[in-house]
């Protein structure tokens, strides 16, 4: 059992890390991309691409998963607007807004946890 006080000054990414191994991260990784090529070639889209989602993009995608859990929008693409009524999250500037769209609607990886 772990004692999170003792992690006084840990990172987001630390703690996340506690639940999920490097392994788990990787087959999430592997099987979005699968899944998204499966579903590419299911639709025979010649022109659409997809760019094979890597361990660190993951990371950030899923960063700004819980970061939108936390801070709450109408919509997704609101925490990429620039405009004054929206505050500006500098942490939107790690994923565009439509990478971070086309991850998510490959992404079913809770399926492969369990």
Do not use: R
Request: glycine content about 0%; hydrophobic content about 45%; charged content about 15%.
């Amino acid at each position: 059992m772990l004692n999170f006080l003792q992690f006084k000054n840990a990172t987001s990414y630390f703690i996340f890390s506690q639940f999920f191994s490097s392994k788990q991260i990787e087959i999430i990784v592997q099987n979005t991309n699968i899944y998204a090529y499966y579903h590419i070639a299911k639709k025979s889209k010649e022109n659409y691409h997809w760019s094979e989602l890597t361990v660190n993009e993951f990371k950030i995608w899923l960063i700004l998963v819980i970061y939108m859990g936390i801070f709450k929008f109408p919509f997704v693409d609101d925490y990429w607007k620039t405009d004054e009524i929206y505050p500006n999250h500098s942490i939107t500037k790690l994923m565009f807004l439509f990478h971070f769209q086309q991850i998510s609607k490959k992404n079913n990886f809770i399926c492969y946890l369990f």
